[in-house]
C-alpha cells in the first residue's frame, strides 16, 4: 500500500480524533431511555438518589460526546439538553399513549415502550430534535440511524412532528428532513412521506409534505413534494401515490375496476 494514501488516512483519523464512536452514542439514548422507563430498563433503579445521580452522569457523559464540535460550549448544551428532559418525557408519555390507545394488540402501555419499534423510533426522533435545535452535528442523525437500524423506521431529526404520535408496526417508514406532521397523526408500516425531487439545489427548500391533525395514513402509501398538504382528519388509504394536496376531511383510496378488458386502478377522492 502507497505511503501517501495511508497518510491521507492518517489525517482523515487526526481530524476526528474526538469523534464520539457509535457505540458511545448508544449508549447515551440507551441508557436516557432506561431512565426515564424502567420497563426498558435493565435494572430500574431502587433509590431516588441513584436515579438523580443517574441523570447527573449521563449529562456529563453528553458534555464529553459533545466535546468534539469546536464551536459548541459543551456543558452549556449538555445542560440546556437535561432542563428540557421533563418535557421530552411528557411528549414520549403521549407517543405512548396513541400507540397504546390506537393498537388493539397492546396490552400494557408497558408493552408498548419495551417492545414497539414505532415507539423506539419516535423516542430517538425527539432526543435528535432536540439536539438539532441546541445546534448540535453529527450525534443527532447518528441517533436516528441507530434506530433505523433496529427498526426499519427511518425518521429524519430535522422534521417538525407533532403530539400524539404513532407507527402502528413500522418497518419501511421514512419521514424527510422538511416534512411537517401535526398533532394526533397514525402512520402504518411501508409509509413514504418523501420528496418529488433529490436535486442537491433543493437542500434548502421544503421538499415533503405537510401532513395535518388527526390524519391516518394506512400501509404503503407514498406522498410527495414540499406542497403537498394532507388536509385534517383525512384518511390515505393503503398504497396511493399523492403529489398534490387533498382537502380537509377527505379519504383518498384505490378504486379496481375493469376496462377495456383489463383490471386497472384509480384514485378516488371522497369526503367524509
Given at each position: 500500500?502507497?505511503?501517501?494514501?495511508?497518510?491521507?488516512?492518517?489525517d482523515?483519523?487526526?481530524?476526528?480524533?474526538?469523534?464520539?464512536?457509535?457505540?458511545?452514542?448508544?449508549h447515551?439514548?440507551?441508557?436516557?431511555?432506561?431512565?426515564?422507563?424502567?420497563?426498558?430498563?435493565?435494572?430500574?433503579?431502587?433509590?431516588?438518589?441513584?436515579?438523580?445521580?443517574?441523570?447527573?452522569?449521563?449529562?456529563?457523559?453528553?458534555?464529553?460526546?459533545?466535546?468534539?464540535?469546536?464551536?459548541?460550549?459543551?456543558?452549556?448544551?449538555?445542560?440546556?439538553?437535561?432542563?428540557?428532559?421533563?418535557?421530552?418525557?411528557?411528549?414520549?408519555?403521549?407517543?405512548?399513549?396513541?400507540?397504546?390507545?390506537?393498537?388493539?394488540?397492546?396490552?400494557?402501555?408497558?408493552?408498548?415502550?419495551?417492545?414497539?419499534?414505532?415507539?423506539?423510533?419516535?423516542?430517538?426522533?425527539?432526543?435528535?430534535?432536540?439536539?438539532?435545535?441546541?445546534?448540535?452535528?453529527?450525534?443527532?442523525?447518528?441517533?436516528?440511524?441507530?434506530?433505523?437500524?433496529?427498526?426499519?423506521?427511518?425518521?429524519?431529526?430535522?422534521?417538525?412532528?407533532?403530539?400524539?404520535?404513532?407507527?402502528?408496526?413500522?418497518?419501511?417508514?421514512?419521514?424527510?428532513?422538511?416534512?411537517?406532521?401535526?398533532?394526533?397523526?397514525?402512520?402504518?408500516?411501508?409509509?413514504?412521506?418523501?420528496?418529488l425531487?433529490?436535486?442537491?439545489?433543493?437542500?434548502q427548500?421544503?421538499?415533503?409534505?405537510t401532513?395535518?391533525?388527526?390524519?391516518?395514513?394506512?400501509?404503503?402509501?407514498?406522498?410527495?413534494?414540499?406542497?403537498?398538504?394532507?388536509?385534517?382528519?383525512?384518511?390515505?388509504?393503503?398504497?396511493?401515490?399523492?403529489?398534490k394536496?387533498?382537502?380537509?376531511?377527505?379519504?383518498?383510496?384505490?378504486?379496481?375496476?375493469?376496462?377495456?378488458?383489463?383490471?386497472?386502478t384509480?384514485?378516488?377522492?371522497?369526503?367524509?
Amino acid at each position: 500500500m502507497k505511503e501517501s494514501f495511508v497518510n491521507r488516512i492518517f489525517d482523515a483519523h487526526k481530524a476526528c480524533d474526538k469523534c464520539p464512536t457509535s457505540d458511545k452514542i448508544e449508549h447515551l439514548f440507551q441508557t436516557l431511555l432506561g431512565l426515564l422507563f424502567p420497563s426498558f430498563s435493565s435494572e430500574p433503579v431502587e433509590q431516588i438518589d441513584q436515579l438523580k445521580t443517574g441523570f447527573e452522569r449521563l449529562q456529563v457523559e453528553m458534555a464529553d460526546l459533545l466535546s468534539h464540535q469546536k464551536d459548541l460550549d459543551s456543558k452549556h448544551v449538555a445542560h440546556e439538553f437535561f432542563e428540557f428532559i421533563p418535557k421530552l418525557y411528557d411528549q414520549l408519555l403521549l407517543d405512548i399513549e396513541a400507540t397504546y390507545s390506537g393498537d388493539p394488540a397492546a396490552r400494557s402501555r408497558d408493552e408498548v415502550v419495551r417492545s414497539y419499534p414505532g415507539f423506539y423510533a419516535i423516542a430517538a426522533y425527539r432526543v435528535s430534535h432536540m439536539l438539532l435545535l441546541l445546534n448540535v452535528e453529527k450525534i443527532p442523525r447518528a441517533i436516528t440511524e441507530l434506530a433505523h437500524s433496529k427498526t426499519g423506521i427511518d425518521i429524519h431529526p430535522a422534521a417538525h412532528i407533532g403530539e400524539h404520535f404513532c407507527i402502528d408496526h413500522g418497518t419501511g417508514v421514512v419521514i424527510g428532513e422538511t416534512t411537517i406532521i401535526g398533532n394526533h397523526v397514525k402512520i402504518y408500516q411501508g409509509v413514504t412521506l418523501g420528496a418529488l425531487s433529490v436535486d442537491k439545489a433543493q437542500s434548502q427548500v421544503k421538499r415533503h409534505p405537510t401532513i395535518e391533525d388527526h390524519v391516518i395514513i394506512y400501509a404503503g402509501a407514498t406522498i410527495l413534494g414540499g406542497e403537498t398538504i394532507i388536509g385534517e382528519s383525512s384518511v390515505i388509504g393503503g398504497n396511493v401515490w399523492l403529489t398534490k394536496s387533498v382537502p380537509p376531511n377527505s379519504k383518498i383510496y384505490y378504486q379496481v375496476g375493469l376496462q377495456n378488458s383489463r383490471e386497472s386502478t384509480k384514485p378516488s377522492i371522497s369526503q367524509k
